[in-house]
């Protein structure tokens, strides 16, 4: 699976954002995929993931209520929603993808096999 992260760029604090990441490959569909950030002088960090069906989704609490993930397995693409975004946003967004056939939806980055190239997020206020 090859992952495409895409649709960064800045914004205004308060203002919104979608992410998409788009794959190649058959198996998509069968893939949890997770969304992570990296700030500058920071951690990678988990943000949103979303089952191989779309059925079950989970979020960082930082992001909860204002970041939704969705999938399109018929386009082989995964969307991150950003709204009411805010300067601690601010951040390289990647994608990945793991747990192939599974419902459980890991935080670690080690559960992750795929890795799209990161898009940049700047919120600036």
């Known amino acids: 699976v090859q992952l495409q992260a895409s649709g960064g760029g800045l914004v205004q604090a308060g203002g919104s954002l979608r992410l998409s990441c788009a794959a190649s490959?058959?198996?998509?569909?069968?893939?949890?995929i997770g969304w992570f950030r990296q700030a500058p002088g920071k951690e990678r960090e988990f943000v949103a993931g979303i089952n191989w069906s779309g059925g079950s989704t989970y979020y960082a609490d930082s992001v909860k209520g204002r970041f939704t993930i969705s999938r399109d397995n018929a386009k082989n693409t995964v969307y991150l929603q950003m709204n009411s975004l805010k300067p601690e946003d601010t951040a390289v967004y990647y994608c990945?993808?793991?747990?192939?056939?599974?419902?459980?939806?890991?935080?670690?980055?080690?559960?992750?096999?795929?890795w799209g190239q990161g898009t940049e997020v700047t919120v600036s206020s």
């Open positions: 990945a993808a793991g747990g192939i056939g599974s419902d459980y939806i890991a935080l670690a980055q080690y559960e992750y096999d795929y």
């Open positions: 490959g058959r198996t998509f569909s069968s893939y949890v």
